[in-house]
């Protein structure tokens, strides 16, 4: 069978009366059922087409110098040989472009190409154009830039005691110019409840920082016409903003710029704000008059980060005898890089999302982001909270061991409930926490194993809450977050028009499932144009898990219209009621008499003869009267917040150190899966992704400032042989807010990975790893410090009732 | 220099025009559009840019245009038979085995070899069979679950869509 005719066998045969009564009957069509992405066929038939597989007639290629310094001042730059070098058509220096941007309009930072300083290696200095990508590079040999080396800083505390040489000027006068971002927030009396604790655990963790390595490098063309217009194509996930930025820094009207993005390789938060290539090739095809692309090179897609900041963290966490969580104290250095990027969002993130899935009576935290002379930090997949999850829920492995309480019943103990409010005053309304920690109790055969295993073997527990989108949009407006155009055509054809942006996550697909889900058309009648901001509605773009509550609302709210409509139309013809029509697969139907029926493109018709061209617009906006009322209570609030629970089994090798993770089981709540499928493959991913922070990831750098392994092959990455089993349980506990009920499914289920897989090391050899990555000498060096303190008798044997494995 | 070559790409003999120091990848790219295999990186890393040398999974980044003279280049664009997808590309699309696409054609090519020679891969030698192929948005498992899919379809002379049951 012919794809296209399976796809219409697939949603469209409902013809029979007793198909349309089981339909009828049946809360959704489409919803919820294991359906094929709208895209999946173009992508598993190369047929789909990225970024750089554009290739526009004379277009020029071009490439960007980058400072071999980390920390210099540019005193001067010639490229006038350059300029003369054979195939060269035009060269862009920071003076060109001399308008600071960046993704938080209070923290614009950045020149598209350095002007006055250049703070970390790798960050760009000029752009040359040329016929080919050799001659591009050839000429960036010919450009001579006089640098004044500055004394540079790697390390943030080192960077912090060196007011003296900032790499940013300081905000205010007297402050230290390298500081980014300073939050103290308290809640509760902390110091009074610590003291009166049964128990308190104190520990400190460092977590590396990591990127997000998406296989697809960043890509842009830029495109000047005739008339004054330039369209910008990149592999962005935030195409809205890029839109903005690009008028700002190249100061051309809004209104004619065009940002498309077409699918993107995999995005991970590594795309989510411009970046120096955007910028680079509008400039330099304004001035060539010419289509001009960059595709960064692997190395430079290492250098362009914007990843998951290292922190250091320090926690105390009080509870009583019983397990309940009483207080919690949290000190944390965030190492930045070089610019702000998001990193005001990120210190807030570090300490505001750890307040669910479980009740603390008090909490307090202190977040300082710091300025280093390495590439920009920012958001990576989990912004921001999954560092200090690894802290949280390390901390209740430990509260739990000192109470000899086993540690899923300890975060029983402790669950939040739902439609409550978190101790900073987030409202949280749905909450499947607690069928998430019973689903991998039971899936991973927990009480079998937790302490049960032989040494070298364990298990362990985490669980984790993450936002599904934010309350308050980056740049304030009362605008909505979301918005969907819809147009029907009289063959029953229904076109989405929306700015969502698609990388991977399926937000393509997820349009196409509402509107056929409420439009009654089959799922190959509706077509979907995204993320072209000449033709779509405003989204705000792909990050912080949005798209599926924001997009999915403003597409039901379009749908609903036209469905309200119809169903009039219909009714009207019939002489019925409207609300005893129903529209599903592919047919217009009475519910009372399913043998009276009219294809669905009959009843458009029918529509469009009474109201005209049918088409509608929906939008979402977030309710702006939920969040905590002090200064920061903005930030970490959102519509609806999913809940994970994680198992994870491991082996750990007592001779290497090596840790074997051996499975994952992931119970993620998710409120509602609009498609299994999609939600599994996010959660899977995202286990996966924790699971390499865990034991393999680490985004470090020489003391040259280089960065110490920019390849796919030195930075390691899970290969089909390294990943360990996943399995996804889903769990839905149907969100008020969400599109049927739906939260987010892509960030969230990272976050238990690592605390989970911690807990499991020190399930098997007893030992407690703080430090990430858990790699073999680390392991093997926590191993002998072990053995040299029970062979002294300061520790007794770790499960010595068993041999090992 | 430009160096005129003879290349049969997907069945087709073209005779082409090529600087002589262009990788396979690059020429398929470039001069015959065949966009594909991707570039994730360049260095023969990341897999996806794998293509078929006479049946045998090869990184068309890091070879030569030369060393494809007089073999068999087969790529994603290549691998249906016609209109009638190849049942690996029908069983990504049920399981999910694709989510940004970028790493899938590669992951594809790997795959028809294996089941060239191996109709019954246990999870083990699939696994092994994809060890060159990384993907960033999956955690292999919907791969895994298609790749074994579109074995069985192949074993049973049925379609991945009717054992799904879809």
């Not at chain 1, 689903?439 to 993450?466: F, N, Q, T």
């Not at chain 1, 942006?501 to 979907?528: F, H, K, T």
């Not at chain 1, 392994?709 to 506990?733: G, M, N, Q």
Request: hydrophobic residues 35%; contains cysteine; glycine residues 8%.
């Amino acid at each position: 069978m012919k794809l296209e005719d399976f796809r219409e066998k697939q949603i469209a045969s409902a013809a029979s009366d007793e198909e349309l009564s089981a339909a009828v009957a049946r809360e959704f069509q489409v919803i919820g059922r294991r359906l094929r992405r709208t895209d999946g066929m173009a992508k598993s038939s190369g047929r789909a087409v990225f970024t750089d597989d554009i290739t526009l007639p004379g277009m020029l290629h071009a490439k960007i110098l980058r400072s071999p310094h980390p920390h210099a001042r540019i005193l001067a730059i010639d490229v006038s040989k350059a300029l003369h070098l054979d195939g060269v058509h035009a060269i862009v220096t920071g003076s060109d472009m001399p308008v600071t941007y960046g993704i938080l309009p209070w923290a614009r930072d950045e020149y598209a190409l350095c002007i006055d300083k250049v703070r970390y290696v790798g960050d760009g200095v000029a752009a040359v154009a040329a016929v080919d990508e050799e001659s591009a590079t050839e000429a960036l040999d010919l450009i001579e830039v006089e640098y004044e080396v500055l004394p540079h800083f790697l390390d943030p505390e080192e960077a912090l005691a060196h007011p003296e040489t900032p790499i940013h000027d300081p905000k205010k006068p007297d402050a230290n110019g390298n500081v980014s971002k300073h939050v103290r927030l308290q809640f509760g009396d902390v110091d009074s409840l610590l003291e009166n604790s049964a128990v308190v655990v104190e520990a400190e963790y460092y977590f590396e920082g990591t990127t997000h390595t998406a296989i697809e490098p960043h890509c842009a063309i830029g495109y000047f016409d005739a008339s004054g217009k330039l369209t910008v194509w990149s592999t962005t996930q935030v195409p809205h903003y890029l839109h903005r930025e690009l008028a700002r820094v190249l100061d051309l009207d809004v209104a004619k710029v065009r940002v498309i993005q077409p699918p993107v390789g995999g995005a991970f938060g590594g795309k989510s704000e411009p970046f120096d290539l955007e910028f680079c090739v509008a400039k330099l095809a304004m001035i060539s008059g010419r289509p001009v692309k960059i595709l960064y090179t692997r190395e430079e897609v290492f250098y362009a980060h914007r990843g998951r900041h290292p922190m250091l963290m320090r926690y105390r966490t009080g509870a009583d005898e019983n397990g309940r969580i009483r207080a919690v104290d949290a000190t944390t250095i965030l190492d930045g890089g070089g610019y702000e990027s998001f990193g005001l969002v990120t210190t807030y993130y570090s300490g505001q999302l750890i307040t669910a899935p479980y009740t603390m009576e008090s909490y307090r935290f202190d977040s300082t982001r710091v300025y280093t002379n390495k590439p920009c930090c920012g958001p990576k997949r989990g912004h921001g909270s999954v560092q200090p999850r690894f802290a949280i829920e390390v901390q209740l492995d430990r509260l739990a061991e000192s109470l000899d309480i086993d540690p899923i019943e300890l975060r029983r103990r402790n669950f939040l409930g739902s439609d409550t409010r978190t101790v900073n005053e987030f409202h949280v309304k749905s909450n499947g926490f607690l069928e998430c920690l019973d689903a991998v109790e039971r899936a991973s055969d927990w009480s079998g194993k937790y302490r049960r295993l032989p040494h070298g073997r364990g298990i362990g527990v985490a669980g984790s809450c993450y936002i599904s989108g934010t309350n308050y949009p980056i740049y304030p407006n009362e605008m909505p977050q979301s918005a969907v155009q819809l147009q029907v055509d009289r063959s029953g054809r229904v076109a989405v028009f929306c700015g969502a942006s698609e990388i991977g996550q399926g937000s393509d697909s997820m349009l196409a499932y509402i509107v056929a889900e409420e439009l009654g058309v089959p799922l190959a009648y509706v077509r979907i144009l995204a993320a072209d901001t000449d033709f779509t509605p405003v989204d705000l773009g792909a990050y912080s898990s949005r798209v599926t509550l924001m997009c999915g609302n403003a597409c039901i709210d379009a749908a609903g219209k036209i469905k309200r409509q119809v169903k009039r139309a219909v009714a009207e013809s019939w002489e019925c009621k409207s609300r005893q029509v129903a529209l599903a697969a592919g047919w217009a139907f009475d519910v009372k008499d399913t043998g009276r029926k009219m294809p669905i493109s009959e009843a458009f018709n029918l529509a469009e003869a009474k109201y005209g061209a049918l088409g509608a617009t929906g939008s979402y906006n977030t309710p702006k009267d939920i969040h905590g009322e002090y200064r920061g209570g903005t930030i970490g609030s959102s519509p609806a917040y999913s809940f994970t629970a994680q198992v994870a089994e491991v082996e750990v090798d007592s001779e290497t150190g090596f840790v074997d993770v051996r499975k994952i089981w992931i119970a993620h709540d998710c409120g509602r899966a609009l498609n299994p499928v999609l939600v599994e493959g996010q959660m899977e991913g995202s286990a996966y992704m924790g699971f390499a922070e865990a034991v393999m990831e680490q985004h470090v750098f020489k003391e040259s400032g280089l960065h110490n392994a920019p390849s796919l092959l030195d930075y390691k990455i899970p290969t089909s042989l390294d990943t360990p089993e996943l399995e996804s349980l889903i769990v839905e506990s149907v969100d008020p807010e969400g599109p049927y009920g739906a939260k987010e499914a892509g960030e969230g289920p990272l976050h238990p990975s690592i605390p989970a897989i911690a807990n499991a090391i020190y399930d098997a050899v007893g030992v407690r790893m703080d430090r990430l990555p858990f790699t073999a000498p680390r392991v093997w060096k926590a191993l002998q410090l072990r053995a040299e303190r029970e062979k002294a008798g300061a520790l007794p044997p770790w499960k010595p009732e068993s041999s090992p494995c | 220099m430009i160096e005129t070559i003879r290349l049969t790409v997907n069945g087709d003999t073209h005779e082409l025009g090529v600087p002589s120091h262009y990788t396979l990848l690059e020429m398929l790219r470039y001069v015959l559009g065949l966009t594909g295999p991707k570039q994730g990186c360049d260095k023969g890393d990341c897999g996806a840019c794998t293509v078929l040398l006479d049946g045998v999974p090869t990184l068309s980044c890091i070879l030569p245009v030369q060393e494809a003279i007089g073999k068999e280049v087969t790529t994603i664009e290549g691998l249906a038979d016609g209109d009638a997808p190849h049942p690996l590309q029908e069983a990504f699309d049920l399981t999910g085995g694709a989510q940004c696409g970028f790493c899938t054609s590669g992951i594809l090519m790997s795959a028809a070899a294996l089941l060239e020679t191996n109709r019954s891969p246990t999870r083990c030698e699939i696994r092994e069979a994809l060890a060159g192929n990384l993907c960033r948005c999956t955690g292999y498992t919907k791969i895994y679950e298609a790749i074994e899919l579109a074995a069985r379809a192949l074993r049973e002379g049925r379609s991945p869509a009717e054992l799904s049951g879809s």
